[in-house]
């Protein structure tokens, strides 16, 4: 499973996983090939001081050296598949390790894990009063089964409810109102975002990914789609009761990318054209640019794995790691439907991901903080109002405000370094657009 752990030449790796290795480990996997530095190239002499050919021609020494670069390459990717393969492991290793790493997540507060290097302090940054990570990803992925199992892993109650309602099937409703959930539950650290599924129509997948990157995420918000028929839309408006314009924006502070095992390797092996594409749309949502965080793309949680053999659940780790372009073993999370230690370790893990690397990216102060904005604001309207009356002139505060050119509903809006409304109105225009430099930059 995911995370930074160490490498060990663990014992319990067994040789029927070593031989699916051979079975499964295909030979030139590699679509690109790296080429070493150096002149250690093979069949070279020198003499005289010089290097030379010796007794192979220019033409051969290419065709070894591009046999040997081959070979090169394949061995580094054993090396990784065997490093993902042993990781299982070395969770049963470290589950001793589960109890600490739980209270480091425990007794995370926003910003605790800033690294204060370049002369930056922690108190040069923004900081929200709750971190907010957002779950995405295809239809029956197992987004609020995740919920659901980070809720319990952190709780050690085995008898809590769910508190994400779940499908049995792909048939069933799933997820059409953003839900917020704060974990722990009751906690006020950070909190995770279920959204609804992923589309087969990569447009509206952009537009809504859009949505919730550029103006926050909103508990309770019905989530529409111009794809969706007249009886859904019938059906979501007798569901959408209640408005949740009131309810306050937050600004996603990074994103847990949510795909199932059985599904992606349903696709890796297939020749179909159709399965490819979903591949590849797959791959195109999560190279989405709104999705990341200056270098920092978003972690892939991989659910249902249980169903499948560890050799498989490597082979699907690397597979995604090629196309998704990055480490299959550092930010791929195996989480399967168990309640194991080693599960639970790597659900830790994976938070500890997230909330460090959203630390890391947390905007910086800008010239004039929103406080410093209302203080200079009131001195200004306070000596306003002394001159009206040294003037003689009666005037109304409410007018004198309907005339400032600020948008107050921007300090409804955590995480930007604004302040919370006393009273959040309904009608909220926020161009995240113009500022989202503030904290992606």
Not at 71 to 99: A, F, G, I, T, W
Not at 133 to 147: C, D, E, H, T
Not at 173 to 178: A, I, N, P, R, W
Request: aromatic fraction near 8%; include cysteine; glycine fraction near 6%.
């Amino acid at each position: 499973m995911g995370g930074d752990t160490t490498t060990l030449d663990s014992p319990l790796i067994y040789s029927t996983e070593e031989s699916s290795l051979d079975r499964n480990f295909p030979k030139n996997s590699l679509s690109s090939r790296t080429f070493l530095s150096g002149g250690d190239h093979f069949g070279s002499k020198v003499e005289n001081g010089k290097a030379g050919l010796g007794f192979m021609d220019s033409e051969k020494l290419v065709r070894a050296s591009s046999v040997s670069m081959d070979e090169v390459n394949r061995k580094r990717e054993r090396n990784v598949y065997m490093d993902v393969l042993k990781s299982y492991d070395e969770l049963q290793l470290h589950k001793d390790r589960l109890k600490e790493a739980k209270s480091k997540i425990s007794s995370y507060t926003p910003g605790s894990w800033i690294e204060e290097v370049g002369g930056v302090k922690k108190s040069d940054y923004n900081i929200p009063k709750k971190m907010t990570l957002l779950l995405i990803g295809p239809k029956a992925s197992g987004k609020s089964s995740l919920v659901n199992k980070i809720s319990m892993a952190l709780e050690d109650d085995p008898f809590t409810p769910q508190r994400a309602p779940i499908s049995y099937s792909s048939v069933g409703d799933g997820t059409y109102f953003l839900q917020e959930y704060t974990i722990p539950r009751g906690s006020s650290s950070f909190c995770l975002y279920d959204t609804r599924s992923l589309s087969d129509d990569l447009t509206e997948n952009k537009k809504m990914v859009k949505q919730w990157m550029t103006k926050g995420v909103r508990h309770g918000e019905l989530i529409k789609r111009d794809s969706d028929d007249a009886y859904l839309k019938s059906k979501m408006k007798s569901k959408d009761q209640n408005s949740s314009c009131a309810i306050e924006a937050k600004v996603v502070n990074f994103v847990i990318f949510v795909v199932s095992a059985v599904s992606i390797f349903e696709l890796m092996d297939s020749d179909d054209e159709t399965k490819r594409q979903k591949a590849q749309a797959v791959a195109t949502i999560f190279n989405d640019p709104l999705l990341s965080f200056k270098d920092d793309k978003p972690v892939v949680v991989l659910t249902q794995g249980d169903l499948l053999s560890l050799s498989d659940r490597t082979r699907i780790r690397m597979y995604l790691g090629h196309l998704l372009g990055i480490h299959p073993k550092k930010q791929i999370f195996d989480i399967p439907e168990s309640d194991d230690s080693g599960t639970k370790l790597t659900i830790v893990n994976m938070l500890r991901y997230c909330l460090e690397h959203a630390d890391k990216n947390l905007p910086f102060k800008g010239p004039f903080g929103s406080k410093d904005v209302l203080k200079i604001l009131g001195s200004f309207l306070l000596g306003f109002v002394v001159l009206s009356i040294l003037a003689g002139i009666v005037i109304n505060p409410r007018n004198l405000l309907s005339h400032v050119n600020i948008d107050c509903h921007a300090s409804g809006v955590d995480s930007v370094g604004r302040i919370h409304d006393e009273s959040p109105q309904s009608d909220v225009n926020i161009d995240w657009g113009a500022i989202r430099h503030l904290w992606s930059d």
